[in-house]
């Protein structure tokens, strides 16, 4: 798991990857505390890792959607900005100046910048904001996730995104005479070998390449200059085959290849953690589906948002609003209905783990938010949810007992 601050790999970590069956008698004695969740902030869990990011990706993915977001949600997300143009993954007290200590860093100021520049209005602060991101460009022309740390391909994909949602070339963002798609092309597998047309995270302390998927996922976005949107390309009838990584161009296209490859057996990307099974990979899965469509190739990756359609709730109710963000992204750039997604309307679903948006658009076969339908729809199944709970539990009983599980203390957003 790379060090890039997407919300739904954390909550997958911290809420799917922990979770570990248990008998108890009553709470534990060393559950943490319920956290305090600012007014505008989207989701319900701990943002002190993650709120500036989640937080971007719910408003980039309104966007998409033509839905207005609400002005505490694009408060909040503003007033996290430090005074230098940066912003830290999250701040408790806004009203009061950056400390020196506050660990800034790249990918939220970058993931921010998106955000704020698809709103419109906001010229000041991402101005600002890719003032401090040129400040803190390595002499390789690329970003770590914080200032003076290596540059990794999905940092520097992340801030080339930022840049050119700001209205900048990110081929004249240049330090030492080296552009940030130089620093990409350095980490680009060649087309022999294990993990051909990939794309590493970082080179290891002996310098060698290896293939990472959510490095290579959001490589083919920076090397073709687009942001974590990506883009709904028309195909392009290009064969994905892997050549001379010579052009930022060739390489997005050589990284497709190898998610396309990655993707065939199983529809979906897997993620291995230290001391865990593998376990399916949702939010870069959705990730490799938005590089696919933007360079082009989205029929390639049909499977793979198929898969999502029919396994994703579980994944996306646990992980919250970043999540549901990614799906949208995902569906949105494949030429899908993200209001019609494996039978939800996902945009319903995100807009839900937060303030109330300023306005949706109706959609042909959608409810709009807040009908009475809409309503009714949500008492019916909560009382069908009710009894197959009331059932499942004398089930239980009657068997002789009750299983109970913990999943960490969390509360699910």
Same mark, same amino acid.
């Given at each position: ?17 922990? &979770?570990?069956?248990? *008998? ?20 319900? +869990? ?20 033509? *839905? ?33 200590? !506050? ?22 602060? +991402? ?61 680009? !597998? ?50 994905? *085959? ?13 990284? &497709? ?43 390639? &990756?049909?499977?793979? !948002? ?19 963000? =990614? ?19 996902? *945009? ?43 059932? &499942? ?18 509360? =699910?957003?």
């Amino acid at each position: 798991m790379n060090l890039r601050r997407s919300a739904a790999a954390l909550a997958a970590v911290a809420v799917i990857g922990t &979770a570990t069956p248990a *008998v108890a008698a009553g709470p534990s004695p060393s559950a943490s505390p319920s956290p305090v969740i600012p007014d505008g902030l989207y989701g319900r +869990t701990d943002p002190t890792y993650d709120g500036v990011w989640r937080q971007s990706l719910t408003l980039l993915a309104q966007g998409t959607v033509g *839905v207005k977001p609400a002005i505490a949600a694009v408060d909040w997300l503003t007033g996290q900005q430090c005074a230098n143009g940066a912003f830290a993954a999250f701040r408790a007290d806004p009203a009061g100046s950056c400390a020196a200590e !506050l660990m800034v860093d790249t990918n939220s100021t970058a993931a921010a910048v998106q955000a704020l520049a698809a709103l419109g209005g906001h010229d000041a602060a +991402t101005g600002k904001a890719v003032t401090w991101l040129k400040s803190v460009q390595n002499g390789d022309g690329g970003w770590g996730y914080t200032p003076g740390g290596a540059s990794d391909a999905n940092s520097t994909s992340v801030v080339i995104g930022a840049l050119a949602a700001a209205g900048g070339n990110p081929q004249d963002a240049r330090k030492s005479g080296r552009s940030p798609y130089d620093a990409l092309l350095r980490l680009a !597998l060649p087309c022999d070998g294990d993990g051909a047309g990939a794309f590493a995270y970082q080179p290891d302390k002996k310098g060698a390449l290896a293939a990472n998927a959510d490095a290579t996922a959001a490589a083919v976005l920076g090397a073709l200059g687009k942001g974590l949107a990506g883009d709904d390309a028309k195909p392009d009838g290009t064969p994905l *085959v892997c050549g001379n990584a010579d052009d930022p161009e060739q390489a997005a296209h050589n990284a &497709a290849a190898y998610l396309r490859k990655s993707l065939a057996k199983d529809k979906h990307l897997t993620q291995e953690l230290p001391g865990a099974k593998p376990q399916p990979d949702y939010g870069n899965t959705a990730d490799a589906v938005v590089a696919l469509a933007t360079v082009g190739q989205g029929d390639r &990756a049909a499977d793979a !948002l198929r898969w999502l359609e029919t396994h994703y709730a579980q994944w996306a109710k646990q992980s919250g609003p970043a999540a549901y963000a =990614q799906l949208i992204l995902a569906a949105n750039a494949a030429g899908s209905d993200p209001r019609h997604f494996g039978g939800q309307d996902l *945009v319903r679903l995100m807009d839900a783990t937060g303030p109330a948006p300023a306005s949706v658009p109706d959609a042909k076969g959608s409810r709009p938010h807040g009908s009475e339908d809409a309503a009714k729809s949500d008492k019916d199944e909560g009382a069908l949810r009710v009894a197959w709970i009331v059932g &499942a539990c004398l089930l239980a009983l009657t068997a002789g007992g009750i299983l109970y599980t913990s999943r960490g203390g969390r509360r =699910q957003p």
